[in-house]
């Protein structure tokens, strides 16, 4: 079955960076994008980011700009989150999610209608001195 | 503050529907498609509905959405024990360029 297998968890001191892994099994890693969601304790989800492992393609959540690099390895089938100059409240449970996709005919053109389809079971991230 | 809102707790007692809402504005709800998610605690969200009004497979009838405008419904009829959970909503934002998601309602069945 399609499947993303995430690293485990990590703690790091405030100003350190994480690298937090996301393997891919089962379908065409190429074809579909990666986002990254998280979800610090007690609160609701908040999306961090999207890349395309067809052609590299990122789009980044704008408070997480100039920290975050987001990559994936084909050879892999692997996405990596990287955060760096973390604080307290980068806390949190760092999902990775398949970006699904579904295409209706239309004119002029098709439509493209995207989710969140399938999710990794999270990476605990917890930064404290 | 989460761009979409939605209440922060529903409650319903088995068998019974129960309907949670979602709102935003014109460059999320009113511009894309609305996609909602579940999550039991200690666990992973799942897709539950999709462009709108779209069960994936393996999703029961029971659940179903709706939008109109800027806003949003998902409707769970027959309620169980077992959708205890917190409720999502999602959607792209056209001027932030960004996924964004409702701050979640926590549905306690009684």
């Known amino acids: 079955q399609v499947q993303l297998v995430q690293s485990g968890g990590e703690v790091r001191k405030p100003g350190a960076s994480v690298k937090v892994s996301c393997k891919a099994s089962?379908?065409?890693?190429?074809?579909?994008?990666i986002n990254w969601v998280r979800q610090a304790p007690g609160q609701g989800l908040e999306w961090v980011g999207w890349?395309?492992?067809?052609?590299?393609?990122?789009n980044y959540a704008q408070k997480f700009q100039g920290r975050l690099t987001l990559t994936t390895d084909t050879s892999t089938t692997t996405a990596h989150m990287e955060l760096r100059s973390l604080t307290s409240d980068d806390t949190a449970v760092y999902y990775c999610?398949?970006?699904?996709?579904?295409?209706?005919?239309?004119?002029?053109?098709?439509?493209?209608?995207?989710?969140?389809?399938?999710w990794g079971k999270g990476t605990t991230v917890t930064v404290s001195s | 503050q989460p761009v979409l809102t939605q209440p922060p707790s529903a409650s319903g007692t088995p068998g019974q529907r129960v309907t949670l809402s979602c709102s935003g504005s014109?460059?999320?709800?009113?511009?894309?498609?609305m996609n909602w998610y579940q999550q039991v605690p200690g666990a992973a969200p799942k897709l539950l509905i999709y462009?709108?009004?779209q069960r994936p497979s393996g999703i029961p009838d029971r659940f179903s959405g709706s939008k109109s405008g800027t806003s949003a419904s998902l409707a769970i009829r027959g309620l169980q024990s077992e959708d205890e959970a917190d409720y999502y909503c999602?959607?792209?934002?056209?001027?932030?360029?960004?996924?964004?998601f409702g701050g979640g309602t926590k549905l306690t069945v009684l």
């Open positions: 999610a398949r970006e699904g996709f579904i295409v209706v005919a239309g004119t002029p053109q098709d439509f493209h209608y995207y989710f969140m389809d399938v």
């Open positions: 089962n379908y065409n890693f190429a074809t579909y994008g």
């Open positions: 890349i395309s492992p067809g052609n590299g393609n990122r």
């Open positions: 014109d460059s999320n709800i009113g511009f894309a498609t």
């Open positions: 462009r709108d009004d």
């Open positions: 999602a959607t792209w934002d056209d001027s932030l360029n960004a996924w964004v």
